[in-house]
């Protein structure tokens, strides 16, 4: 390539490019893929056609995690990072763009598995990202990006912290989530260019960094978010939602989204769509929809939690032989790389079954149904129970429900004794039981008492759900010691 034809290139974000980084955000790729292709050929010199194809390769690729388009499109990352170094160094978007292709690059290469590629790109990203800002400190779209890396690193364990200093990296949770808010807010040029991430992220780092479940929902339910037609903010609503036991509100935002085939085709509704109907215990519904994700479904994450679920459904309705071949499925498809999926194979693996009336409270308790729950277990003690993990269950799910109904108080004596009971078993029940004792206590305004809590999560060995309760538990310790 002459120097000539490198003198050329330029960014120019204008009406037209921003109408596609919306199509994308809204997760209308096909449209953005058709409106990128137009109008390469006549500006053929304007950068930000790469990083919107950056843009879409992800979207689709972490979404949908189909491993024979990642074979086709992971290589184009690198070929636009490439490009974009091309661009005049002069320009707030030429290191802002570099650092996006690489921050892609790095979230795709985590979800097919490839993790040392993943942590070098994530570096780069986050030293330009830092460079640029300090190079051009209004240019605001970069606090967005800058802000949910600064979020993330605030979270590395300080054992390690020493590693990420090393590396030119350091964080704190509290700045990152402002970096990302006050972009929020923003009112200058620059307000729209990634807005639409912004309300896409922000969400998640309050619940999962701050772990401030009021105000992330105080949050989505004050802004102006379009659920019906941005399918990527009613991905974010639908996933927190039925994360957080409202599993009514999950499933009204995810059968109202627009059914265009202009969108990218997800199968994440059906899977989200069966956990709300499961939780409804509205078992055939369930059962169909779920079904559905597996039928359509490329990737490998979730698909062996998919199945677990499926071979619940069916012990449930007392189908046993069609339990138990469901649960086969868990042993051999998908991987193990998210909790839900290491939890499902651990079960499958252990091969024996949940107590049915525990069963049944927990998918009503995680849905958001604490009465039809509590009336679940009415008139059941712990000696109802014959196996020690039922009886450690039995005491969990009581305080489960006693928590999430907003009776804190009535909740800890059931968690305490599920910490006594389990301690030892390798089930969740008992490191959970801590870490919401810990979060109660922080509430509580009890710092010193939360962090103990805290700690006994961490201490507990060789359970399910240890990376993601120990990740809580730690960013909980962090937010103590502030206080």
Known sequence: ?????????????????????????????????????????????????????????????????NKAEYNQMYPAFEQRIKLLEEGPKQSP??????????????????????????????????????????????????????????????????????????LGMSGKITEGNALVLKYIHSKDAYANHCRNEALFVYPYLVMNFEGNKKKTFDFIENTDYDFTNNHLHAYMATNLYLNNQQSQKALQIASNINPANTYLDLPFW????????????????????????????????????AFEKLSWIAYIQGDQAKANAYRSNVLSKGNDITDADKQALQNAKKGTWPHPILLRARLLSDGG???????????????????DADKTEFAYRLGRIYDLAGQPDQAIPFYTSAIEKGANQPAYFAARAALQIGLIYEQKNNPTLAITFFNTCLEMKNHAFK???????????????RK
């Open 93 to 166: 978007y030429h290191l802002y763009t570099i650092a996006l292709a690489h921050l892609h690059k790095s979230l795709i290469a985590i979800r097919f598995n490839k993790n040392l590629e993943a942590a070098l790109d994530f570096r780069k990203a986050f030293l330009l990202f830092k460079e640029n800002k300090k190079a051009y400190p209004n240019f605001s779209p970069n606090d967005v990006y800058l802000g949910l890396m600064t979020t993330v690193i605030g979270t590395i364990p300080k054992g390690y912290q020493w590693m990420a200093s090393l």
């Open 1 to 65: 390539m002459t120097s000539q034809a490198i003198g050329q290139y330029q960014y120019q974000w204008t009406a037209r490019t921003q109408k596609i980084y919306e199509s994308i955000t809204n997760l209308r790729i096909p449209e953005a893929r058709t409106l990128i292709s137009q109008d390469k050929k006549a500006n053929a010199s304007n950068l930000i056609y790469p990083l919107l194809e950056s843009y879409a390769d992800f979207y689709q690729l972490f979404l949908n995690e």
């Open 467 to 481: 990376n993601s309760l120990d990740q809580k538990a730690k960013t909980g310790i962090q937010r103590c010691l």
């Open 270 to 305: 059906q899977f989200e769509m069966g956990y709300a109907y499961l939780n409804e215990l509205k078992l055939d519904a369930a059962k169909n929809a779920l079904q559905q994700f597996i039928n359509r479904f490329k990737g490998q994450f979730y698909v062996k939690d």
């Open 369 to 387: 149904y604490q009465q039809q729950a509590l009336s679940v277990l009415a008139g059941k003690t712990s000696k109802d129970f014959d196996k």
